[in-house]
Antibody, heavy 123, light 109 residues
Framework: QLQLQESGPGLVKPSETLSLTCTVS??????????WGWIRQPPRKGLEWIGS???????YYNPSLKSRVTISVDTSKSLFSLKLSSVTAADTAVYYC???????????????WGQGTLVTVSS | SSELTQDPAVSVALGQTVRITCLGD??????AGWYQQKPGQAPVLVIY???NRPSGIPDRFSGSSSGDTASLTITGAQAEDEADYYC????????????FGGGTKLTVL
């Protein structure tokens, strides 16, 4: 079954760019069946969808973050990536990658998730 | 973008039944997903669609939907069900956008 694993720096300075990757195993990242997503959770707060990417490269972003977010996919390495620019302390969160199934309602249902990685924005 | 509203906290006596609700305009069009999150762990999908459980999810978890409200029901709540529960769905305000509810903290007494 699909397994996802996030990786990247745990500390980013304010105004810099946060960069994370999610490595996919147990299935094909090139499959037309899946959307690959990023979700984050600030400490002691709820979940916030950041965006998703389809194998074709089509991207969908949370309007509140759209100006700062880029999600890309590297099929040769079976991974997809998140870049969030001009970060502030408000971007401190656990960042999760997850997968959803292509479909009308299904695109929103993420299963499974990676274990998550804490990114702290601080100088 | 649309919103999904959940009660911040709900409690249930051990072995009793509890319903957690999620309210939002998007639920008139799209089915919800429900996630269980225990401290320090990633969320786990427990219910999706009309009333579907992923493999490994106990059958005491069930889902339903009516109008703009989706519900997660736990029949015979166990101590291990104490967790945060989040609903989510596709957002009606844009193409392939996704929205999460604010979460409900379930306490099993």
């Amino acid at each position: 079954q699909l397994q996802l694993q996030e990786s990247g720096p745990g500390l980013v300075k304010p105004s810099e760019t946060l960069s994370l990757t999610c490595t996919v195993s147990g299935g094909s990242i090139s499959s037309s069946s899946y959307y690959w997503g990023w979700i984050r959770q600030p400490p002691r707060k709820g979940l916030e969808w950041i965006g998703s990417i389809y194998y074709s490269g089509s991207t969908y972003y949370n309007p509140s973050l759209k100006s700062r977010v880029t999600i890309s996919v590297d099929t040769s390495k079976s991974l997809f990536s998140l870049k969030l620019s001009s970060v502030t302390a408000a971007d401190t969160a656990v960042y999760y990658c997850a997968v959803s199934v292509a479909g009308s309602s299904e695109v929103a249902w993420f299963d499974p998730w990676g274990q998550g990685t804490l990114v702290t924005v601080s100088s | 973008s649309s919103e999904l509203t959940q009660d911040p906290a709900v409690s249930v006596a051990l072995g009793q039944t509890v319903r957690i609700t999620c309210l939002g305009d998007s639920l008139r069009t799209y089915y919800a997903g429900w996630y269980q999150q225990k401290p320090g762990q990633a969320p786990v999908l427990v219910i999706y669609g009309k009333n579907n459980r992923p493999s490994g999810i106990p059958d005491r978890f069930s889902g339903s939907s009516s109008g703009d409200t989706a519900s997660l029901t736990i029949t015979g709540a166990q101590a291990e069900d104490e967790a945060d529960y989040y609903c989510n769905s596709r957002d009606i305000s844009g193409d392939h956008l996704v929205v999460f509810g604010g979460g409900t903290k379930l306490t099993v007494l």
